[in-house]
């Protein structure tokens, strides 16, 4: 089982890391001039701070630390819009097969955490 749980922490930091490259190649791909290079780098890291700051205490997926403490349904709320934001992304830009994988594997991981999930909506 820890061996599966470890296999799903990779799988869920690869997905996070892929939901910001694909909301920075919207940016990318939709905008153009100097408005392409700053929505490239400032989406993916206004994602990655909302991702980073809003948490639960004392969650047993990340530190357990937080910045704004938030309870489990806001929390899960944020991932998935994040996760939806990313997905709608790389959809628009195009790369429907790609989005539909990337759908299907956060699906795949939400429904290996469903202790986590049933977790944060007990908080």
């Known amino acids: 089982m820890n061996n ?5 922490l990779l799988l869920r930091f690869l997905l996070e890391v892929a939901a910001l490259i694909f909301i920075g190649l919207f940016a990318w791909s939709h905008f153009n001039g100097f408005l392409r290079y ?3 780098l400032v989406l993916p890291i206004l994602a990655m701070l ?3 700051v ?3 205490p004392n969650d047993p997926s990340r530190s357990g630390q937080t910045v704004i403490a938030v309870n489990g349904v806001i929390r899960l709320i944020i991932e998935l ?4 934001i990313a997905v ?6 195009d790369l429907k097969t790609v989005s539909i994988i ?14 986590r999930i049933k977790w944060l909506l007990n908080q």
């Open 38 to 40: 700053v929505l490239t």
């Open 88 to 93: 709608a992304a790389i959809y628009f830009s």
């Open 81 to 84: 819009l994040i996760f939806a």
């Open 50 to 52: 909302i991702w980073t």
């Open 54 to 56: 809003f948490a639960v």
């Open 102 to 115: 990337f759908f299907c594997l956060i699906i795949l991981h939400y429904i290996a955490l469903v202790e």
């Open 4 to 8: 599966l749980n470890q296999i799903n």
